[in-house]
């Protein structure tokens, strides 16, 4: 008994470190399904997160992803001035083989049980099919197909996002945000890496991608006209922008070392694998990051448009704010010397503090 209660305590720790409001654990047996909900902060509206399946090697590791995951979307939905709290879930499986229509409706069940405190979308390992599944259970999904009245895939939207939050940072470091002849590395080349990458070609970019699927790679190289390289030639690369589109903490001590970019701006979360630490290490070595969190928004702002109602139109203008939005957090961390991280930390809390004022929780 004495091993149970000190993993609670650890994980009710790990709640007040990370100041998460509550996380649930959803178990059936029945369907095989382990799944973790995590929900960081509610004062600007239900929060709002991804799904993501994923074979994580211990429950504790699952358990880490999903508080760092979920936290980042209340900062997500605050920065980019949405109604939305943070959120985030994980399914432990393989999503290549784990999946089924009653597991995923199981899950469905758990959320309908949290009454909308928590509404979910596609991530990493879900599709618009497993959002359609979640939907026969509970009206609280988000990014389900086109055709059940949803706005269907994110990516579209995420890569557009990342793209101006490019083109924000080419401003400052190049004087212009003309992308014409810049250099980018696109590291994974998933749903958002090829959308950006087309985005990015259509300007005459030279773009240079890599990506562990080698079937993937070559199709996207003679799609786009794209260069393929190898994972171990990107960090000596002598190009402009490095936009990393997979997983998370590819911005460590080793790759900053070798690293000859003027701009990291991709679409991956969590990339600096400490965000103190590497944000100043960037900031030491005069390289400009775009927070991820900030230019990554587009997703979430497609979901927010199916949850309000809003069209194409509306959400097209709320993408185009990242712009600015990044200029933002640009202009404050230069007039405070601060890394840009830490910038938009500071703009995306003032407004969750400030809006604190005028409404109770959610």
């Given at each position: 008994m004495s091993g149970n209660s000190s993993i609670v305590n650890s994980v009710l720790d790990q709640l007040s470190a990370s100041g998460h409001k509550k996380v649930i654990y959803c178990n059936d047996p029945d369907t095989g399904l382990k799944a973790i909900i995590a929900i960081?902060?509610?004062?600007?509206?239900?929060?709002?997160?991804?799904?993501?399946?994923?074979?994580?090697?211990?429950?504790?590791?699952?358990?880490?992803?999903?508080?760092?995951?979920?936290?980042?979307?209340?900062?997500?939905?605050?920065?980019?001035?949405?109604?939305?709290?943070?959120?985030?879930?994980?399914i432990i499986g393989d999503s290549y083989k784990g999946k089924s229509e009653a597991l995923m409706r199981s899950y469905g069940r758990f959320i309908k049980n949290l009454n909308g405190e928590f509404i979910t979308a596609e991530d990493l390992g879900t599709t618009t099919k497993d959002m359609e599944y979640i939907r026969?259970?509970?009206?609280?999904?988000?990014?389900?197909?086109?055709?059940?009245?949803?706005?269907?895939?994110?990516?579209?939207?995420?890569?557009?996002?990342?793209?101006?939050?490019?083109?924000?940072?080419?401003?400052?470091?190049?004087?212009?945000?003309?992308?014409?002849?810049?250099?980018?590395v696109v590291q994974g080349i998933g749903n958002v890496g090829e959308h950006l990458v087309a985005l990015l070609r259509a300007e005459n970019v030279d773009v240079y991608i890599s990506d562990i699927n080698e079937e993937r790679l070559q199709h996207v190289a003679r799609t786009y006209k794209a260069k393929p390289i190898s994972a171990d030639k990107i960090f000596g690369l002598d190009a402009d922008i490095y936009a990393p589109c997979a997983l998370g903490a590819t911005v460590n001590d080793t790759t900053i070392n070798k690293m000859k970019f003027a701009i990291i701006a991709g679409s991956a979360n969590n990339q600096l694998a400490d965000e103190n630490v590497h944000g100043k290490l960037l900031l030491e070595k005069g390289i400009l990051f775009a927070p991820d969190y900030l230019i990554n928004a587009g997703g979430l702002i497609s979901c927010y448009s199916e949850l309000t109602g809003f069209g194409k139109k509306r959400t097209m203008q709320l993408t185009e704010n990242i712009y600015n939005a990044t200029r933002d957090?640009?202009?404050?961390?230069?007039?405070?010397?601060?890394?840009?991280?830490?910038?938009?930390?500071?703009?995306?809390?003032?407004r969750i503090v400030d809006i604190k004022k005028i409404k109770s929780s959610f």
């Open positions: 960081h902060d509610t004062t600007l509206g239900p929060a709002l997160g991804g799904t993501r399946m994923w074979s994580y090697a211990t429950e504790a590791e699952a358990l880490q992803d999903v508080l760092r995951l979920s936290s980042a979307m209340t900062y997500k939905a605050s920065i980019t001035g949405l109604n939305l709290g943070g959120g985030k879930a994980v026969m259970e509970t009206s609280h999904v988000t990014g389900v197909p086109e055709s059940l009245g949803g706005t269907g895939n994110p990516a579209p939207t995420t890569a557009k996002g990342v793209y101006l939050g490019i083109k924000a940072c080419v401003k400052e470091v190049f004087g212009t945000d003309m992308l014409a002849g810049r250099s980018v957090v640009i202009k404050m961390s230069k007039a405070d010397k601060i890394p840009t991280i830490w910038a938009a930390n500071r703009i995306a809390e003032q």
